[in-house]
């Protein structure tokens, strides 16, 4: 009996345990781009994971029509996750954010992001900072753009679902 008991306790902690293990990292899901200056959303993204690596599409553009595509981008970039000429796909859903390392939970870096409204290349860092009620309202990430030793430029993004970001236009 004190077996059957030990290893069902055994067998909760581990489901318990796994449960961890394999829980959704705080920076996936669903959030739009605030522009830092005006306030304004800019666009919606999904930043998924994908073979340990992060990666962020858009899903719905801003002020643009929703089929344009990223004619001001290069023919190609280091890296890129996608294969074809860049230039000639769709601002949405291509991974503009691609290749990103995880240094702990809600915290990545050593990948890239592409500005697919000007084509410039950046080094990327993506930070989860959870709502507050202070500096952090509500779930926020911290998208930073950089072109080399920490000179660039941090967003930071709201939380939303993806009804939200497929929605706006």
């Known amino acids: 009996m004190k077996k059957g008991i030990v290893l069902a306790a055994l067998a909760a902690a581990w489901v318990l345990n796994a449960g961890v293990l394999f829980a959704a990292d705080p920076v996936e899901g669903y ?6 200056k005006t306030g304004k959303i800019t666009a919606g993204w999904e930043i998924y994971q994908s073979g340990g690596k992060l990666y962020g599409k858009v899903l719905g553009v801003v002020g643009h029509p929703q089929d344009v595509k990223a004619d001001k981008c290069k023919e190609s970039y280091p890296d890129f996750p996608v294969a074809g000429k860049v230039n000639q796909m769709p601002v949405r859903g291509t991974p ?9 939970a809600g915290q990545w870096s050593g990948g890239s992001v592409v500005d697919p409204e000007t084509g410039n290349l950046y080094k990327c860092r993506i ?4 709502a507050d009620n202070r500096r952090y309202p509500v779930d926020t990430l911290e998208m930073r753009g950089e072109i080399g030793l920490g000179i ?12 939200e970001v497929e929605g706006l236009r």
Request: net charge positive.
């Open 31 to 36: 959030w739009v781009s605030v522009d830092e």
């Open 96 to 104: 503009w954010i691609f290749g990103l390392t995880m240094n702990r």
């Open 127 to 130: 930070t989860f900072r959870p």
């Open 152 to 163: 660039g430029r941090s967003q930071f993004w709201r939380k939303s679902t993806r009804a």
